[in-house]
């Protein structure tokens, strides 16, 4: 048996939080030892929204930088940037071909953002789940390792492959598209805002104090959490819907601490606020000091950056238009136009 694909990626908007590293890629960097593992940065999602060139450019140079930093290592993974593989804009459109509409409107994550957009909607921030489903079925990936709120577009990415193209242009025994599996833990995968506890912690909140970003210094870590909203009640708990912030801030303590909930509860149980922030700031700072030292000489040396970037571009390419090649033979398009 061949050994299982996994398939994931970040979008290259702003700085990367600590939602996007335990929600997803501290997940990836487990999953290299025993899978054959794809990662992208998705800047053709990035651009979903209003955006500056330039800063998209940066963007996707860091947000590859912190990928390795975060301990995913380029001689077993595929590290990649989407736009530099045609492979998945043309998916797209295939699939956007055979999309009912209504299936994209149902899509929560797009009614939160249109409604904060307004009449400035743009119709790829509709599509944008039609080309993850691309990025996804490209590679034919078994498993795809990403937070709670990504769960709605997994789910419409089977139904794409399964229902609208497998029992339409393949077989039971021959289908032409893999059907993949979210994989969501439970550790990690919906890490709150730390100004609202009952709010994701989000890149795209106005408010930076909501955040912990993982290139943010020591100090600012330090004054965030200081600042972070929090109850009237002594200790420290889990599972108290009245106590969402006391809920977030502990699970962040067990996960960045490794001390696991059971041992953070009871270690906290008794502590008050006033001794349980400088634990949080100091922990977070620590589990992040490796990450932001391995980032610094990343970014150092760029030309490398790029040659992990170009080998991974050719590699993905060949992966991909092998799969495109495929469903476009199934849909009926001539052969031979797909270049690796
Ligand atoms: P994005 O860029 O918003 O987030 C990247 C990953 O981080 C997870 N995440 C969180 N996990 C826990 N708590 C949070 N507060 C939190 N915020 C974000 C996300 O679930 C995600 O796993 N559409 C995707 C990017 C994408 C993709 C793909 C992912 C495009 N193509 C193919 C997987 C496979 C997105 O916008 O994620």
């Given at each position: 048996m061949s050994t299982p694909r996994v398939l994931s990626g970040v979008q290259p908007t702003g700085s990367l939080h600590l939602g996007n590293w335990l929600g997803a890629i501290r997940n990836w960097v487990d999953l290299q030892q025993s899978h054959d593992t794809f990662f992208c940065v998705v800047d053709l999602h990035a651009v979903t929204v209003p955006h500056d060139p330039a800063q998209l450019a940066a963007d996707t140079r860091s947000t590859a930088a912190l990928y390795l930093a975060c301990g995913i290592d380029p001689n077993q993974s595929t590290v990649f940037?989407?736009?530099?593989?045609s492979a998945h804009a043309e998916l797209g459109w295939l699939l956007n071909c055979v999309t009912p509409l209504n299936w994209l409107e149902r899509m929560i994550q797009f009614k939160e953002k249109a409604l904060k957009q307004g009449d400035n909607v743009s119709v790829g921030l509709l599509d944008y789940p039609v080309l993850m489903a691309a990025d996804i079925l490209l590679y034919d990936a078994d498993l795809v390792p990403v937070g709670e709120d990504q769960k709605q577009h997994l789910e419409l990415a089977r139904d794409i492959a399964q229902q609208r193209i497998n029992s339409r242009f393949g077989?039971?025994?021959?289908?032409?598209l893999k059907v993949p599996k979210p994989m969501i833990l439970k550790d990690g995968a919906r890490v709150m805002s730390l100004t609202d506890g009952t709010a994701k912690m989000s890149?795209?909140?106005?408010?930076?104090?909501s955040r912990i970003n993982l290139l943010d210094p020591p100090e600012l870590i330090t004054k965030k959490i200081k600042r972070a909203k929090t109850d009237p009640q002594m200790g420290l708990e889990f599972d108290n819907s009245e106590r969402p912030e006391a809920d977030n801030l502990l699970g962040l303590y067990a996960l960045l601490s490794g001390a696991g909930r059971e041992a953070a509860a009871s270690e906290c149980a008794g502590m008050g606020w006033g001794k349980f922030k400088p634990l949080l700031a100091e922990t977070v700072v620590e589990a992040l000091r490796p990450v932001q030292e391995r980032y610094q000489s990343i970014q150092a040396d760029p030309a490398e950056l790029d040659r992990v970037l170009a080998a991974g571009r050719d590699r993905a390419a060949t992966v991909a238009n092998t799969t495109l090649e495929r469903v476009k033979a199934s849909m009926g398009f001539l052969p031979g136009t797909a270049r690796s």
């Open positions: 940037v989407q736009s530099q593989v077989s039971d025994e021959q289908p032409v890149k795209s909140d106005p408010n930076e104090s």
